[in-house]
């Protein structure tokens, strides 16, 4: 999957809760930081049972993290 | 630089040092002086290579000590699956590359030593190490680079 298509708001969602660092994303999601990183950076698209985990840490629906651009 | 990193790190150096530097003497030193060390180096890669499996063990026991903290997640191992790939790949191209490059040198109905097999699959091994070495770091590079709080 190309980096344009799949946009994320995790970081924003991370500084909207509480500032939360990435490490601690990632300890609640159980994954490493370098994975936060990356995909915060539009470098790695997750999985979607990480997906699923990540929007649950925000307490949001998965649209509000991860947006497909390319829409048909 | 996450633990299965610096895993790759230590492979890729490992498998210079231990294999490609003896390998290139060796190989030196048989077409130089036209004496085979080929079983000698085969039987010490092979002791070499062993022994760093039997060093697996003492990683996981020590990783799992540290049960809370993630060394390990899907994107390290879709990243490892894409290395062995490409570890594979160039294998093959390796064993291919040696098969042609032996009948050009050698031709149709000349014969080659025995001791040119051990010394091909040592070849392989150090040749699937390295790429799968290269192919980690490269795609751990392409993702550690904006890093911030």
């Given amino acids: ?72 | 630089m996450n633990e299965t990193k610096a895993e790759s790190w230590f492979y890729f150096l490992i498998g210079l040092a231990c294999f490609l530097i003896p390998g290139g003497v060796a190989v030196f030193i048989v077409y130089d002086r036209g004496i085979s060390f080929a079983p000698v180096f085969m039987f010490a890669g092979i002791v070499i290579w062993f022994g760093l499996f039997w060093l697996f063990p003492f990683t996981f026991g020590k990783l799992g000590k540290r049960k809370k903290k993630v060394s390990f997640d899907e994107r390290d191992q879709l990243i490892h699956k894409k290395a062995v790939m490409a570890g594979y790949v160039a294998l093959w191209l390796y064993f291919v590359a040696v098969c042609v490059i032996a009948w050009c040198f050698v031709g149709p109905h000349g014969s080659i030593s025995v001791n040119v097999l051990p010394i091909t699959l040592l070849g392989g091994l150090v040749i699937f190490t390295l790429v799968q070495g290269v192919a980690s770091i490269i795609q751990y590079g392409r993702g550690d680079k904006d890093v911030e709080k």
């Fill in chain 1, 1 to 72: 999957m190309s980096k344009s298509e799949l946009q994320n708001r995790v970081r924003r969602l991370r500084f909207e809760h509480d500032q939360m660092t990435q490490q601690q994303l990632a300890d609640k999601v159980g994954v490493t930081r370098q994975t936060i990183i990356a995909i915060e950076a539009g470098k790695y698209a997750p999985s979607l049972p990480l997906a699923f985990k990540l929007a649950r840490t925000f307490g949001v629906p998965i649209e509000r993290v991860f947006q497909y651009e390319n829409e048909y």
